[in-house]
């Protein structure tokens, strides 16, 4: 009974891993003095260390000869061991510095987003991406809500959203700064006078809300001075809204970056600025901090940033 416990007492003892390198060195310098130097240590410093590894092993380690210190047998058969298991373990706790081989990389990236994002964006990801990486693959999936639990349970590699909106550990890049306008159909009679808030709110209004919410930072924007929009029409994304507003008299509320030339979306709308002011839309992406060091996920993320900030 007592030399079983002893045997589980000194298995559950926390292994020091500096000592691994220490003797590893100790046993490559052979000298006490030479291995303080290289580990930034005093002499008396590595003695005490020597005399730990000692205690550790059961064994002297290294004698004196004359005026040297020499290997004993134990610490010859180990020599080799130590170094690799020291090497591996430097490795281990060392962040990756290795090229990244884009050409053999073979993973795939889930990106969750919305339709908008989706749509101004995907094809210059994919093709920017594949490109370089040409067996990476991509899954963008659909933006229901901001829960941050597909991030953390790993089901979602990279979020795009307004930064803060999803947990507050997960790490966060920002790609663009946006803003509210108004987009409404080419020939429009609100686009054919000057813009004022009474005229603007005067006009149908459809709105693009997740939740259903028939207000908005607009909406607030002009209660300040005494005005109200008519709102119609509540769809799920911005995308739809344009859809609305192109085919009817409705004026709808998206992002800037929605108008973008060369948008299909954008076709047969007209942007216009707001009479009121609205906050500046920060959208970002968004990890968690586990593939915060990831050399692949490092690189694709950046990339989209890079993508985003660029495309025209």
Sequence with gaps: MHGGRL?????M???????LTALDILLNERSVTSAAKRLGL???????TLARLRVATGDPLLVRAGRTLVPTPHAEQLATRVHLLARDARSVLTP??????LTSLDRTFTIRANEGFVSLFAAAIVT???REAP???FRFAPKPDKDATPLREGTIDLEVGTTGASAPEMRSLLILRDRFIGAARLGHPLLQRPMTPQRYADCGHVVASRRGSWTGPVDEAL???GVTRRVVTIVPGFLDAMSIARQSDLVALVPRSCLRDGQVAAQGLKGFDLPVPTPELTISLMWHPRLDADPAHRWF???IAELCRTTP
Excluded: C
Excluded at 96 to 101: A, K, Q
């Design 42 to 48: 005093s002499p008396s410093a590595m003695s005490r």
């Design 135 to 137: 067996h990476v693959r």
């Design 301 to 303: 993320r950046q990339k």
């Design 96 to 101: 990756p510095t290795e090229g990244l081989d």
């Design 223 to 225: 209660h300040d001075i």
């Design 128 to 130: 920017a991406i594949t």
């Design 7 to 11: 045997r589980y007492d000194r298995a």
């Design 13 to 19: 003892t926390p292994i020091d891993l500096n000592l």
